[in-house]
């Protein structure tokens, strides 16, 4: 890991711009992990999983270090959920943070077109998925209800 050759850069770059990306989304939604936290997760993993194929060498096993990450933003993940009157809050702030070290592991190995794509799907989830829940809570909580009451039997 050479901080003077351009791999290292483009690393650090795809990861900023990855974790940016979806920082940006929590940020504007208010949530815990925002810009700043979603970029140095993604770099925090990228700089971990290359300085652990860096130190292990050809006789290591690199792999280890995935295996820590997972574990360790598991607990990351886990201090930003907060269970309030019998309700647990954050769970999807902790399903991103997650993300985002996949994201970083995967800049980590080399694999930017997979981190950036997986950074657009993750994007489409937090938003698509919030815009299909918003429609079912209207459609649940009555904001139709104008138009069936136009065709019941006592409309005429």
């Known amino acids: 890991m050479d901080a003077y050759g351009a791999e290292f850069w483009i690393g650090a770059a795809v990861a900023s711009v990855c974790g940016a990306l979806v920082g940006v989304e929590r940020q504007l939604r208010g949530k815990p992990a925002g810009i700043r936290t979603s970029i140095l997760i993604c770099l925090g993993t990228m700089t971990f999983v290359r300085l652990g194929a860096n130190v292990a060498g050809p006789s290591g096993d690199a792999t280890r270090v995935l295996a820590q990450v997972v574990t360790g933003v598991g607990f990351i993940g886990a201090g930003v959920m907060l269970a309030r009157e019998g309700l647990v809050r954050g769970v999807t702030s902790a399903a991103v943070i997650w993300m985002l070290a996949a994201i970083g592991s995967l800049v ?30 209207r459609l649940r909580s009555g904001d139709y209800a104008g138009d069936a009451e136009d065709t019941g039997p006592d409309s005429g």
């Open 108 to 137: 980590g190995i080399g694999m930017y077109p997979t981190a950036l794509a997986l950074t657009v799907l993750v994007l489409v989830v937090l938003t698509g998925v919030q815009l299909l829940e918003r429609g079912v809570h």
